[in-house]
């Protein structure tokens, strides 16, 4: 099955994941102008009104960019939404999606048929964060149009399953839209995704080390400095279990190979089981790929670097 007609603008088959508190317009719009997806949580945008502000400067940049380069226009952009009975906003935010004509929604953390209808109203096309089968079929089930497989080694809340197995057993079954989450920070990854078959890889930690992110330096160094082995599993910090840097973990005054489990059922996207600390503020999240960072750069700069780095890839492997 080929991609919607929405990702025929893309210059390279990524989608840049939501980074929550990180992921912002300055983000969002580089990641658009470097060609691939830029996706922010519409939960970044506080208080509520500030989404709309989002969503105008965003549309109006693209626009303006667009006009002045129509042989190489802009990446669509995507909102996620958390479809968690937590979120009190998901109504109004969804409704701000559908005003703007929001390309692509990604939905996390539940599945919503009235969520994707309401994308759907205006052409928009929903993927859906999933770590297993249960949850990609459920997704699909109430309308979803693809899936993002968040395997083994993603950053924030990771699956446990490798990416071998996910996409697999997912290609069994579904023929739509699939982009893979899971230690992708490298152009030659981005092409094993797709050689998986996936469609599109789905990168995160990477952009946290770049200028545009909203990130403080300590965090961009960190990701840097850091590599696989530096990255701990953990559900103490909002009741879900995710992958996040050890450093920081270590710099909050606590042991990260002595962890306690929390109670699942206290989920909280700000602070978690009985710290104090705040996840994503405090404790900074990181997939394993990270060991391909070697420097802070600029969001065009690191995609042109995974550009470069496919096509090498491509044609080492793949005779061009």
Not at 45 to 64: D, S
Not at 93 to 115: F, H, M, N, W
Not at 143 to 151: E, F, N, P, Q, T
Not at 260 to 271: C, T, Y
């Amino acid at each position: 099955m080929s991609l919607p007609a929405v990702f025929d603008r893309l210059r390279l088959p990524v989608i840049a994941s939501p980074l929550f508190i990180i992921s912002n317009p300055d983000l969002v719009i580089a990641q658009c102008k470097a060609g691939v997806v830029g996706s922010f949580p519409a939960l970044n945008a506080r208080p509520g009104p500030v989404l709309e502000e989002w969503l105008q400067r965003i549309t109006r940049e693209l626009a303006e960019y667009d006009a002045a380069h129509p042989d190489a226009p802009s990446a669509p952009f995507a909102v996620n939404q958390i479809v968690h009975k937590s979120n009190d906003r998901l109504q109004h935010d969804v409704e701000l999606c559908v005003q703007y004509k929001v390309p692509i929604v990604i939905t996390s953390l539940g599945a919503r048929q009235d969520v994707n209808e309401a994308i759907h109203s205006y052409g928009g096309i929903v993927l859906h964060d999933v770590i297993d089968q249960k949850f990609a079929r459920k997704a699909i089930e109430k309308g979803a149009d693809g899936l993002i497989l968040v395997s083994a080694g993603a950053g924030g809340h990771a699956g446990t399953q490798s990416p071998f197995a996910l996409v697999q057993e997912t290609r069994e079954w579904f023929d739509g839209p699939i982009a893979l989450s899971g230690s992708i920070a490298s152009g030659s990854a981005v092409l094993a995704a797709q050689a998986l078959g996936a469609d599109l890889a789905y990168i995160g930690s990477a952009f946290i080390a770049t200028h545009e992110a909203n990130a403080v330096e300590g965090y961009k160094q960190a990701i840097v400095n850091s590599s696989a082995g530096d990255i701990v599993y953990s559900n103490l910090f909002t009741g879900i279990h995710g992958n996040y840097l050890r450093s920081s973990i270590a710099a909050a005054g606590m042991d990260p190979d002595n962890l306690p489990e929390s109670d699942p059922s206290a989920m909280n996207f700000g602070s978690g089981g009985n710290t104090k600390v705040k996840a994503w503020k405090d404790i900074w999240g990181s997939g394993q790929g990270i060991g391909a960072i070697k420097q802070i750069s600029s969001t065009a700069d690191f995609v042109a670097r995974l550009g470069a780095e496919y096509r090498a890839a491509k044609a080492r492997i793949c005779g061009g």
